[in-house]
């Protein structure tokens, strides 16, 4: 079993910020990827942020948070942080943590959500 628990969450006026926090624990052989992303009410759910697991640690950003937000990770933890900058009214959604993880007993990597966190950004 593998749990994906976000925190971070609130209510922030334009201008300000928040810092999400998004931690994977159970029967975790291997984490190959993380990130972020958000679903605004009547919207699709789009991608925020990413970041691979290992050495490079790359990371891939929303064209609308770049420069604004900035994803990092804790291998070690198997945590993964936001931190939002500059918030606009329009970075207002559920924000979900998504982890690609192979466990002890699968060969393959799944993918596992987390509950999501509401940010809610104020005009």
């Known amino acids: 079993q593998v749990q994906v628990v976000e925190s971070g969450g609130g209510l922030v006026q334009a201008g300000g910020s928040l810092r999400l926090s998004c931690a994977a624990s159970?029967?975790?052989?291997?984490?190959?990827?993380m990130g972020w992303y958000r679903q605004a009410p009547g919207k699709q759910r789009e991608l925020v942020a990413v970041?691979?697991?290992?050495?490079?640690?790359?990371?891939n950003y929303a064209d609308s948070v770049k420069g604004r937000f900035t994803i990092s990770n804790d291998n070690a933890k198997n945590t993964v942080y936001l931190q939002m900058n500059s918030l606009k009214p329009e970075d207002t959604a559920v924000y979900y943590c998504?982890?690609?993880?192979?466990?002890?007993?699968?060969?393959?990597?799944?993918?596992?959500w987390g509950q999501g966190t509401q940010v809610t950004v104020s005009s």
């Open positions: 998504k982890a690609v993880i192979r466990t002890q007993v699968d060969i393959f990597f799944k993918a596992y």
């Open positions: 159970g029967s975790i052989f291997s984490v190959n990827a």
């Open positions: 970041v691979t697991s290992g050495g490079s640690g790359s990371t």
